[in-house]
């Protein structure tokens, strides 16, 4: 039999956390090495880089958001984008416009023979 190994979980605890601290403190550092290198810090003031990092969060959390969930709140979305080209192959006919002709509805016209 092999003698097991006591676990110091207070140690290891302390150890984890300080690691963490670390990579925060890392984390923080090269968040501002980027402000400098990009001169924000020349032309901005506190409040305003702020709010500019506060929008562009704001934007990817949306646009995540809208990556997770393309469908609006009522499930009809982007399933819901393709009935008509699904209807139209059901029914015989085109689910993509004749060669030579436009996709959009205000552009039915056949193109004149240049």
Do not use: N, Y
């Not at 140690?11 to 924000?40: C, I, N, P, S």
């Not at 959390?61 to 393309?70: K, M, N, S, V």
């Not at 689910?95 to 193109?111: M, N, S, V, Y």
């Amino acid at each position: 039999m092999s003698a097991r190994k006591t676990l110091d979980i207070d140690a290891e605890l302390q150890a984890l956390q300080a690691k963490a601290d670390k990579l925060r403190r890392d984390h923080l550092l090269r968040l501002g090495e980027l402000v400098v290198e990009t001169g924000a810090h020349k032309v901005l003031d506190a409040d305003q880089l702020r709010t500019l990092l506060v929008d562009a969060r704001d934007k990817a959390l949306a646009a995540d958001r809208t990556a997770e969930h393309p469908a609006g709140k009522d499930g009809h979305g982007a399933a819901g984008a393709t009935f008509p080209a699904k209807a139209a192959a059901k029914a015989g006919g085109h689910a993509e416009p004749e060669p030579g002709r436009p996709r959009h509805p205000d552009l039915l016209a056949r193109p004149e023979a240049g």
